[in-house]
């Protein structure tokens, strides 16, 4: 039983009476006292959060809410029910050159550092790091919140395989192949041309990826796929011996988008066991209009930021400004909704069934859309699944059920190749 039930029930008490733009009209007390009951009864889980490396310090306190763009603090997700995030160790793309990997292994280091500050700091008796899915249900019964670690990018390990190794000693437990950019590993759904890519260069996973799998296997990390070419995704899925997650990516037939996944790949994440985790970004879910697109490349030009350190570091009213005109953006054009999502989620569930689908925010790297928009909003996600027909029982392993499942069966199957086979061959 989690210490805020009581808020969480003003909240629906709130949304009954009150009505705000996203609770339908026609929703009766009924409905959402059902939500409520399911919200609270499972364990709900994001695959997905950004983070700056000053997050949980004093400029990135996470027992305070934060103001915008930060979306995912402890009371947020303690009033939303949000019970378990993955915290994100993301570096850019950079040049593969001696100091682009020296960079972006500096970087990773800080934001490992950062997660194990929030879980070893003055928060420690209110949430807990979580390297498996036990750990996640026993902190979930002792009414804690659970971070996970989650890599996105796998040019953090550069050319050196056992640097896997260490960053999972340091808590990762999922291993985002490649991110906006080809790297060694494989080829990226969005090649960078600024840096030289070609459309294609390792034509799907690299012989050193292929490696990267294996060792990923033998460690019990969970490969992700989102962000990755569809041949390298087919390529991982198939060399994987264990199941293999897209961590945070929507379906191409509801909206043509590279980083959406086709039927192809979702059947095949499936056959072998995974999940895909449809994620709340707005420009995956819904068509952009040209104007839209426009809109967001003057906000580019008159906010250059380059990092989320850049983001989350600026001044207040920095920081206000921004949120403000990406506000006003959102308000001019149609910005998808927590329906949209659930289109994702419906057809994903029809296409490859319950028991391989999930759900992820991307927060505070571009994700929030109408109705979720912070993590303090999570109930609406439930509210609209409820509202489609969803028993009990599917919204359990939507919202963490598959993943928790995928990741103990990764664990599971540790060991059991890797090191020793590579080595012979
Ligand atoms: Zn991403």
């Not at 995912?72 to 040049?95: H, S």
């Not at 260490?166 to 080809?182: E, K, Q």
């Not at 840096?195 to 990390?221: I, T, W, Y």
Request: with cysteine; proline share 4%.
């Amino acid at each position: 039983m989690r210490s805020l039930t009581h808020l969480k029930r003003a909240l629906v008490a709130a949304l009954a009476c009150a009505v705000p733009a996203f609770a339908a009209a026609e929703d009766d007390p009924a409905l959402l006292e059902k939500a409520q009951q399911i919200h609270d009864a499972a364990i709900t889980v994001d695959t997905h959060v950004d983070i700056p490396t000053f997050f949980a310090s004093p400029r990135f306190d996470m027992a305070e809410i934060n103001v915008s763009p930060a979306q995912v603090d402890l009371p947020r997700m303690e009033e939303g029910g949000l019970d378990a995030a993955f915290f994100i160790v993301y570096v850019g793309q950079d040049k593969r050159t001696p100091e682009g990997y020296a960079k972006a292994m500096s970087t990773a280091t800080a934001k490992f550092a950062a997660i194990h500050r929030l879980v070893s700091g003055d928060q420690k008796d209110r949430v807990g790091l979580a390297l498996t899915a036990d750990d996640v249900r026993s902190l979930h019964a002792d009414g804690k919140s659970a971070a996970l670690i989650g890599i996105e990018n796998g040019f953090i390990i550069g050319t050196q395989i056992d640097l896997l190794d260490v960053y999972y000693d340091l808590g990762a437990r999922y291993f985002g192949l490649v991110h906006n950019g080809h790297n060694d590993i494989a080829d990226s759904a969005q090649p960078r041309l600024n840096l030289g890519d070609k459309p294609a260069e390792h034509e799907g996973l690299s012989d050193f990826g292929e490696q990267v799998v294996r060792r990923c296997n033998r460690l019990g990390m969970m490969i992700d796929v989102s962000h990755a070419s569809k041949q390298a995704t087919l390529d991982a899925i198939r060399l994987s011996r264990a199941p293999v997650i897209a961590s945070h990516s929507s379906a191409r037939a509801l909206y043509d988008h590279p980083r959406n996944m086709t039927g192809e790949e979702m059947l095949a994440l499936a056959d072998k066991g995974g999940v895909i985790q449809i994620v709340a970004f707005d420009t995956y879910l819904i068509p952009v209009s040209e104007e839209k697109k426009a809109a967001f490349g003057e906000l580019r030009k008159k906010f250059p930021f380059r990092t989320l350190d850049e983001i989350f570091g600026a001044s207040p009213e920095t920081k206000r400004a921004y949120a403000r005109e990406i506000r006003s953006i959102q308000t001019k054009f149609p910005r998808a909704s927590v329906s949209d999502m659930v289109d994702h989620i419906d057809y994903a569930v029809e296409l490859v069934g319950i028991d391989h689908v999930g759900i992820s925010s991307d927060f505070q790297g571009g994700g929030g859309i109408e109705g979720w928009n912070d993590a303090g909003d999570t109930l609406n996600v439930t509210i609209e699944l409820v509202r489609r027909g969803y028993s009990e029982d599917d919204i359990k392993k939507i919202w963490g059920g598959n993943l928790l499942r995928v990741m103990a069966e990764v664990d599971a199957r540790k060991g059991r190749a890797g090191r020793i086979t590579s080595f012979f061959r």
